[in-house]
């Protein structure tokens, strides 16, 4: 069953569901057998151990052993089935004290006794004796996760967290079950469950918990240090907060000079974001817009103005130790109440989802069946993270971590009430800012509209986004990720100015890290009552400061045409009609003077008219392709076989088999990949090889392996392959390769 053992008792069953072994979400969270306590960790197959229930368990004090259950004579007891978040504001008396007294406990030093936190920023682990501190590293510092950055970007710190990825939001529901964890380790309040701030809402200021520095206690009436307030972190100094800039970001037009159409009226800006990130229809979009209210409130709570070194400590605007600093973000309290709703974001867009009738199963979760560090390492002592650290293993809460929340409904609206009014916010003209953003941290980017195309003045306070990453330098082939994200400002256009204009956007600031990485946000239009999507690019006959991105994907589940406009109000591009084409500028190109309907899989290749050169800049790469598994590996006879190489590898997690003398082709449709062999298990398993960045692209699709000489040789198994471009390896694009004389489809290296 791959478990470290399994030891299995009788007990004496309650239920009949124990007895007919029919077990999902109805797993007891935790049971009393025989006066002994064992606590629930997964849902999983036992009936090869013949027990009664489908349900494995662990005891505090042997968390590496495994338990399930037959018939027999002890007693039992279930202590408690699906612990319950409820919204912060709702928390009665008892509960907030509660939830007081258990960070007070969780803070205190001397009180974790788990496996020593040294990480790259700091190795000495006596700093992270408080059970709080130790979940809180997971995130960010000391650096727990010293191969995540390496293939990305060199200035990296060894941050364990995923951003701009679609892991963010299964690491981030881990994270939180971890700082959970650590404010139950007091027994006292092992009952405690962390609350979820709805901060969609318009506030005027901070909740009551985390306001101010010190609190009443609502029960005892005593007047505590609020542990909600600011943290310390270890050998650095407390965290800080700018509420005021968030407060004033999120305000919907209230109070200020701008107008606005009011087609949304009321709805704060945050719960504009959120509800259109939840029109999506499939977790990768999805996943990719709901990270931008996130950035938001990371990025406005420790904001600091554009062009501001972050060394500068001594300007108090420089601050590090801030929600907007992604390295020290976690340990400030506000991050669990606050990361809490996100998770409660994705937990409403799982009921979407289902409601939609699109299955789990009929969607791509790209990386789902990857190790999400430093949950899957030697620093997790609690099973409960430990035992579900891949992606997959955290869709169903329920049964993952025994959780529900209070009631699924945001701004008052259940899941089918919110359904309906997600599909009629299409009932209107709407217009987005569809940008490409980098993998770097970019606190401010800050653009303009544009009408016509030569008047780009036209400004607005919310004319702005961000991104939120632990790289803080720029690198090369920082943006990678082609996902558009949609930002709608629709409701921001002055008097006189609808999004049925032909209206464009320009840059107007961004952060000193990402000069090299800001690029131009083409114009979407949706027409009123459809899924059409319209996506202008605005051609300049002078060179622009900031240029549109190389290449971008449209969204697969609505209709997307491109046009480009110049600057005399006319339709003009050049299209080429492949990549070898496009690559080297030939002749064969045609010049259209039509919009062009995106559909297929096929790329499509653009280059810009009033600009001469064959340069990068003056060119694009429009596609509507997400695969989401490899093509898999296919032998052919005499023994060469062909394999779809892509990040996420761990279809072959196992190995595979190549008979001696014979080549392996990977094949790849898209992205930019190499082909690598390492000398050693170790450097294959972290990740760590020399010259990261200097092995460059094929030209074509393909490798062939060995790239010469006689094929695979048995004398040098077995050969560690990776991708050594950007952060792919420790992606999991790698494979290990054993030379065998039989092999088959099905053989591996195990």
Sequence with gaps: MGW????????????????????????????????????????????EYQCLENCIYSKDDEPEQNYCFKQGNLSTECQGHLRVRKNLANLTKQETSDLLHALIQAKKSGTYAGPRINGTQNSNYSEFNSNYNPAASFHGYPGLCPGATLGENPHGKADCCWHGDPRFLPWHRLIIMQLNEALRSNKTYEHVTLPYWDW????????????????????????????????????????????????????????DTENCTKSYSGLSKLMNMTLTALEETTYVNFESMIELPHNQVHNQLGFIPVGCDDSNSSDPLCYPYTMKNNTYASFDPIFMIFHTMVDFQWAVFQALQEHRGIPYAGDCHPYFDTQLPPFSTHYNSYQATKSHSQGHETVDYKTAFGYKYDELKLNGMNISALNVHLERRNNIDRIFAGFSLPNIHIPRITFNACYPITNCNISSKYFHISTLHSNKKGYKNAYKNSILHYLEVTDHLPPGLNASHD??????????????????????????????????????????????????????????????LLENGSIGVYQYPDKDSFQNCAANRKLVHTEIEISGKEDYYFQNPLQTGC??????????????????LVRETGGNATIGWQVDMTAFSNGICMKPGSFLTFHWSEDTHNVTQLQNENNFNDCTFPNIGGYSAPPTRHIQFPRSGNGFQEDETPYYIVCPLYDHCVKGMKIKICIKENCSSSTTCT
């Design 503 to 564: 209206i464009g956007f320009k840059i107007v600031s961004t952060s000193s890290n990402a000069k090299n990485f800001t690029f131009t946000p083409v114009s979407i239009f949706r027409k009123a009552g459809t899924q059409k999507d319209r996506i202008t690019v605005q051609w300049h006959e002078d060179k622009e400061e900031y240029n549109y991105a190389p290449f971008f994907e449209v969204r697969p589940n609505r209709t997307n045409s491109m046009r480009f």
């Design 615 to 632: 340069q990068e800049e003056n060119k694009l790469v429009v596609n509507r392709r997400k695969p989401c598994k490899s093509s898999g």
């Design 200 to 255: 969609t809402q318009n506030f005027e200021k901070l909740p009551y918990l985390i306001r101010d520095p010190f609190i009443t206690d609502p029960i005892t009436s005593e007047k505590l240090e609020n542990p909600f307030f600011h943290s310390l972190i270890p050998q650095k100094n407390f965290t800080k907060r700018s509420p005021e800039i968030l407060i004033n970001y999120n305000k919907y037009c209230g109070g």
């Design 4 to 47: 470290t053992s399994l030891f299995v008792i009788t007990l004496l069953p309650l239920l009949d569901y124990f007895i007919l072994g029919v077990i999902t979400s109805d797993c007891c969270k935790r049971k009393v057998v025989g006066g002994l306590t064992y606590n629930l960790i997964k849902a999983g197959p036992t009936e």
